[in-house]
């Protein structure tokens, strides 16, 4: 019970953490506008180069990390900048009355729903390409069918630029972004919410030079943010809660660990049938649950990610004897355990490990990993549920 008032009070200092930065951006934004406006030219034509700016960068270094969920979320942010631009050149003032803009307000909230709710995918992946598709299809379906916006009823009552009707369909779906970012507060689930406000305020005050390339900028800058701490998150951690990448283990053992150190390299056991039975996302909640009941023992150790199936404990000042005790300690202690995988069962799993000690005759840690990736390789032909050592 303890623990888990533990863990939901960590999760909330951990949401707020996360959107301190997105929601001091958009905190500025407002009191930009609201003290600032209307800007003078030269300051809205720097907004506007640096919007564009923001978004050609932020789309080159996704498309450099073939990253695709928050690279459509931008691209459709610029999209809709451009639109507008394009809209005031060729209507003046009167461009917030045409079916064009009309449409946009109410299409922007929904495809920034359906782009935020879905799953994080490579940009070179089928996924990706038909969003992309999808996207294409959908501009090309709205452009011959806006011109019945006229008939929606009391299009004409507006909140400042937009119809009544499209500021209440953005609430309704910042409501409901909202609502999965307190389930699951990622970087960029959290950053596309709060871009969302910005945007929605964009369209709110479309109409005012001031009020378009300040939020325009604002969003462009919150968008950004989430993607280099996503990316530097990616890089250093793993996607399982406090469980670092292979890449911070290479660079912690070159600079943080002791020169006398041990590892233990553990899978689940029969993860394959265990993935077809249950799926990926399963699996890896069953990691983090056998994660989490071995942080419960008395042992100093940090956990990184060495691959798809195999997970890193490191053992810092202990030899390859006092680990493999406590090692085998550890795979007795999953194997008695019982862990509620399901609303109505309970699991029981094993894990084998295999131990594998920094020696003078290792040049990097790499080897001490491959050494004992290779041994557990190795044992799993014949037996699993030990403990081995390289």
């Not at 404990?313 to 406590?326: G, L, P, S």
Request: hydrophobic fraction near 45%; charged fraction near 15%.
């Amino acid at each position: 019970m303890l623990i888990r008032k533990f863990n939901s009070i960590k999760y909330i200092f951990s949401t707020i953490r996360g959107s301190f930065i997105p929601s001091m951006l958009l905190l500025s934004t407002l009191v930009f506008f609201y003290a600032q406006q209307p800007f003078e030219f030269p300051s809205a034509a720097l907004l506007h180069y640096l919007f564009l700016g923001i978004s050609c960068f932020s789309l080159t270094l996704l498309y450099t990390a073939n990253q695709a969920k928050p690279f459509f979320t931008i691209l459709l942010s610029l999209t809709a900048y451009l639109i507008i631009n394009h809209l005031k050149m060729q209507y003046g003032v009167a461009f917030t009355a045409t079916p064009e803009f009309q449409c946009l307000c109410f299409a922007l909230p929904i495809n920034l729903f359906i782009l935020h709710m879905l799953p994080q995918t490579k940009l070179s992946a089928d996924a990706g390409k038909y969003t992309l598709l999808v996207l294409l299809a959908e501009a090309t379906f709205l452009q011959n069918t806006c011109g019945h916006m006229a008939q929606i009823p009391y299009i004409e009552i507006t909140l400042e630029a937009i119809p009544l009707q499209a500021g209440a369909v953005w609430c309704v779906f910042l409501f409901l972004i909202l609502i999965t970012v307190c389930l699951k507060n990622t970087v960029l689930n959290t950053g596309q919410f709060y871009a969302g406000i910005c945007i929605m305020m964009e369209l709110i005050y479309a109409d005012s030079t001031s009020g378009l390339v300040a939020f325009s900028f604002g969003s462009a800058l919150i968008l950004l943010s989430a993607v280099i701490i996503d990316l530097y998150k990616r890089y250093h951690y793993d996607h399982l809660e406090f469980v670092g990448s292979k890449n911070a283990y290479l660079s912690h053992a070159g600079s943080k660990f002791p020169f006398k150190y041990t590892i233990a390299l553990f899978s689940i056991d029969n993860r394959d049938k265990l993935l077809k039975i249950y799926g990926a996302k399963k699996v890896e909640s069953l990691e983090q649950m056998v994660i989490n009941k071995i942080r419960e023992l008395p042992y100093e150790l940090t956990f990184y990610r060495y691959n798809d199936a195999e997970l890193i404990m490191v053992f810092k000042n202990e030899d390859a004897r006092h680990t493999y005790e406590f090692a085998e300690n550890i795979r007795r202690t999953i194997a008695s355990s019982e862990f509620i995988f399901t609303s109505r069962k309970s699991l029981k799993i094993t894990i084998s490990i295999c131990i594998s000690e920094k020696t003078r005759k290792d040049l990097n840690a790499s080897e001490v990993t491959d050494r004992a990736h290779n041994a557990l390789h190795k044992n799993y032909r014949f037996n699993c549920n030990i403990t081995t050592k390289a």
